[in-house]
């Protein structure tokens, strides 16, 4: 079973400029979760959707979006970016449950996003 | 507040030594899950294990074991006669059913296992 899959690994943007993510979770996983992971904060939600559904978002400012779409696949965008999201952006998905705790998440490599 | 601390920002410990890493949480939910993630160079997270907070026995699995006690808010994680391949940061996290799927994890230790 192939697992999360997040693209681009890699990427290196000036500020001001905005960056798309794109995640792909595992077949048949419905929920889908943003993560920022860096040195001086550590791993923070961004968001989670769930059936192309915002269902839980972190403490982020609006420059951080999301959605999800029929299939389940992901992307988040962040606009005017500033040189402190510069991170890895980890990307988790779960089968689902409505409502609640899924039980564990299955974790992406990361996409390491690089501001200038 | 910080919801889950892992006091231990690094430990070294030489090759086949025992080496414990600490996590205490803190929740007002009657439920909740606990994990533990284990993070190698390449940046992707490998679950380890859960815990709801309804299951207190102790776990092992080969050369790991957790020990969750709900009296300290601790769920500890114990790795006997460690290995080069252990070497990695390892998280513990909190789910909460009123929050949902959201994660909040430690801050992490970086575990070091010298040969």
């Known amino acids: 079973k192939a697992g999360v899959t997040q693209t681009p690994r890699y990427l290196i943007k000036t500020r001001g400029q905005q960056v798309t993510l794109s995640c792909s979770p595992i077949?048949?996983?419905?929920?889908v979760s943003w993560y920022q992971q860096t040195p001086g904060q550590g791993l923070q939600f961004l968001f989670e959707?769930?059936?192309?559904?915002?269902?839980n978002k972190g403490n982020f400012p609006g420059r951080f979006s999301g959605r999800q779409f029929s299939n389940s696949r992901s992307e988040m965008n962040v606009s005017t970016l500033e040189l402190g999201d510069s991170a890895l952006y980890l990307c988790a998905s779960s089968p689902g449950l409505a409502g609640g705790p899924s039980g564990e998440l299955f974790f992406g490599e990361g996409s390491r996003l690089t501001v200038l | 507040a910080q919801k889950v601390t892992q006091a231990q920002t690094e430990i070294s410990v030489v090759e086949k030594e025992d080496v414990t890493l600490d996590c205490v949480y803190e929740?007002?939910?009657?439920?909740?899950?606990l994990f533990w993630y284990k993070q190698p160079p390449s940046g992707e997270l490998v679950f380890l294990i859960r815990r709801n907070s309804f299951d207190e026995q102790n776990e092992i699995s080969g050369r790991y074991s957790w020990n969750f006690q709900k009296s300290t808010s601790s769920f500890n994680f114990t790795i006997t006669a460690s290995q080069v391949v252990d070497s990695a940061v390892y998280f513990c996290?909190?789910?909460?059913?009123?929050?949902?799927?959201?994660?909040?994890f430690g801050t992490g230790t970086s575990l070091t296992v010298i040969p």
């Open positions: 959707y769930f059936s192309e559904t915002q269902r």
């Open positions: 077949s048949g996983h419905r929920s």
């Open positions: 996290a909190l789910s909460e059913t009123t929050t949902g799927n959201q994660f909040y």
């Open positions: 929740t007002r939910d009657t439920t909740y899950y």
